[in-house]
Every structure is written in structure tokens, then in C-alpha cells.
Nanobody, 123 residues
Framework: QVQLVESGGGLVQAGGSLRLSCVVS????????MGWFRQAPGKEREFVAT????????YYADSVKGRFTIPRDNVQNTAYLQMNSLKPEDTAVYYC????????????????WGQGTQVTVSS
């Protein structure tokens, strides 16, 4: 089995930064791509960013492009979401996810999910 634990959420003012972490444990060798998704109150969960196993390929939602990055450290079995220039509309519960094969914008491609961490951006 694989377990994912997110941390780093909190309350920040608009224009500020946060870095989320996602530690992967268990059968980490079975993991390929990693992704971050978010769900705002009353809305469906949406794609934020994804990264390949090697880290050489990334893809971002248009809404976060240029502000967020998704580095990963395979030695530490950790993926990150560096969030800069935060906006109130970034307020959501953020989830990390791990795929067995490839990397994707689609939630259906991810086999493992973390419990989520709340990010609140005040105006």
C-alpha cells in the first residue's frame, strides 16, 4: 500500500506564499507521476499541477501557471506545491495524489490520495 500525507496549509494574505508538502510512504517504488488537486467550497475538485517521476515534465492549470510550481524529491519521497502570489480564489482544500503509471491532469489516473490540507487566502 501507499500512503500520502500533506502538510503546509494555513492562512495567508493575498500576495503571500505557501509551500505544501506531500510525503509518500509504503510501496513508494510503485509510484510514477504525482499531482495536486484542490476543492473549493461548493465546487468540484479540480486539477492544479502534475509532475512526472523524473521531474522533467510538469503541467499546470491555467489558473496557477506562472505562480505555482511542483518540485519533487524522490530521495525524500516528497512532492511539493510551491504557491506564490496567492489570491483569494486559491482558497481550497488541497490534495496530493500519486499515479501508478505516467502523470496526468485527470483525477481518474491517480490511485492514491492524501487527506487534504486547507489553504485560506484572505483579501
Amino acid at each position: 500500500q501507499v500512503q500520502l500525507v500533506e502538510s503546509g496549509g494555513g492562512l495567508v494574505q493575498a500576495g503571500g506564499s505557501l509551500r505544501l508538502s506531500c510525503v509518500v510512504s509504503g510501496r513508494t517504488f510503485s509510484i510514477d507521476g504525482m499531482g495536486w488537486f484542490r476543492q473549493a467550497p461548493g465546487k468540484e475538485r479540480e486539477f492544479v499541477a502534475t509532475i512526472s517521476w523524473s521531474g522533467s515534465r510538469t503541467y499546470y492549470a491555467d489558473s496557477v501557471k506562472g505562480r505555482f510550481t511542483i518540485p519533487r524529491d524522490n530521495v525524500q519521497n516528497t512532492a511539493y506545491l510551491q504557491m506564490n502570489s496567492l489570491k483569494p480564489e486559491d482558497t481550497a482544500v488541497y490534495y496530493c495524489a500519486a499515479a501508478r503509471y505516467g502523470y496526468s491532469r485527470s483525477q481518474n489516473e491517480y490511485a492514491y490520495w492524501g487527506q487534504g490540507t486547507q489553504v485560506t487566502v484572505s483579501s
